[in-house]
């Protein structure tokens, strides 16, 4: 299964912009769907937006319209881009690579970096 080290996060004030990378090791990183996950403390990590290997996206509600998620196959680098952020968006974000879609929801493998932290104050 592929390292993974995220990056890109920090503190920033309500209504800005982070721009997250997650950088994979191994192979075929563009034959894999993957995604962001989040958990905030005393949550549940959560899915925050998904990305298929054919390149469809897919993010909860609570973030669409404001995140954006990528991928750079030459890089083999995945992004979330972060607009708009909210205080709630407040939380240490994961990527996770390599998982797959059971009914159109991203089920991910049991392998995840350290995380980066986001921290949005109001």
């Known amino acids: 299964q592929a390292q993974l080290v995220e990056s890109g996060g920090g503190l920033v004030q309500s209504g800005g912009s982070l721009r997250l990378s997650c950088a994979a090791s191994?192979?075929?990183?563009?034959?894999?769907?993957m995604a962001w996950y989040r958990q905030a403390p005393g949550n549940q990590r959560e899915t925050v937006a998904s990305i298929h290997s054919g390149g469809t996206t897919k993010y909860a509600d609570s973030v669409k319209g404001r995140f954006t998620i990528s991928r750079d196959n030459a890089k083999n680098t995945l992004y979330l881009q972060m607009s708009s952020l909210k205080p709630e968006d407040t939380a240490v974000y994961y990527c996770?690579?390599?998982?797959?879609?059971?009914?159109?929801?991203?089920?991910?493998?049991?392998?995840w970096g350290q995380g980066t932290q986001v921290t949005v104050s109001s």
């Open positions: 996770n690579v390599g998982g797959v879609f059971t009914s159109g929801r991203y089920i991910a493998v049991p392998s």
């Open positions: 191994g192979n075929a990183f563009s034959h894999k769907s």
